[in-house]
């Protein structure tokens, strides 16, 4: 099992550009879940898929950033136009199934934005 | 709302000392999970509690769930310079499908 996979697993970009997250969850998995880590804010849920149906975004920051499921092994989580303050640890985490189940997080992607 | 926090922040103790953080909900929880991330690595899933009172054991980590089902505990016995790392409790959001982080306890051992 590869696990869930991530890339990039670094970006840098400058403010204005877009920035594109992707996320192959563990086969057979059917929650996805995105995260935000900082040092101020920790670990904070984006937004959550189940069944590739959008659950809960109220954790998405603002109108800037989006997320898509299209299939049940990719998601993306895009940021439109990034801003110094999107600087951030993001993960993607997938689950057996919603609730009381635990999340395998991926590796992560360490987005600068300059 | 609902908040799930940890204590303390953060834990230096000598290598061999045991080590404690303790987790407190604002709500009752139908289970509590534990995660440990290492410096510079993602989340790791440790361990799912659900019984009010519950105990459950891992080589020289102890879990522990409140009777009432609001705070939970993880205590390490002689720590050793591999638990060195951030501990994150987590719990459901009343009514929905995903999980609160704690503030996390960042655990330093020193050889």
């Known amino acids: 099992d590869a696990g869930v996979i991530q890339s990039p697993r670094h970006e840098v970009t400058e403010m204005g550009q877009e920035v594109t997250l992707r996320c192959k969850p563990i086969?057979?998995?059917?929650?996805l879940f995105w995260y935000r880590q900082t040092m101020m804010r920790g670990l904070e849920l984006l937004i959550y898929f189940n069944n590739n149906v959008p659950i809960d975004d109220s954790g998405m920051p603002e109108d800037r950033f989006s997320a898509k499921m299209p299939n049940a092994s990719f998601s993306t989580l895009k940021i439109q136009p990034s801003e110094p303050r999107d600087s951030a640890v993001y993960f993607c985490a997938s689950s057996p199934r919603t609730l009381s189940y635990e999340q395998y997080f991926g590796p992560g992607t360490r987005l600068t934005v300059t | 709302g609902q908040q799930v926090m940890q204590i303390p922040q953060y834990q230096h103790v000598q290598e061999g000392e045991d080590f404690t953080t303790y987790c407190n909900s604002s709500?009752?929880?139908?289970?509590i999970q534990w995660y440990k991330q290492r410096p510079g690595g993602h989340p790791v899933f440790l361990i799912q509690?659900?019984?009010?009172?519950e105990v459950k054991k891992q080589k020289r980590l102890t879990f522990q769930f409140g009777e009432a089902k609001k705070n939970s505990s993880l205590h390490i016995t002689a720590t050793q310079t591999t638990d060195v790392g951030t501990y994150f409790c987590a719990g459901p959001k009343t009514g929905a499908n995903n999980l609160f982080f704690g503030t996390g306890t960042r655990l330093t051992v020193i050889p």
């Open positions: 086969s057979g998995h059917n929650s």
């Open positions: 509690l659900v019984k009010s009172g």
């Open positions: 709500t009752t929880l139908s289970n």
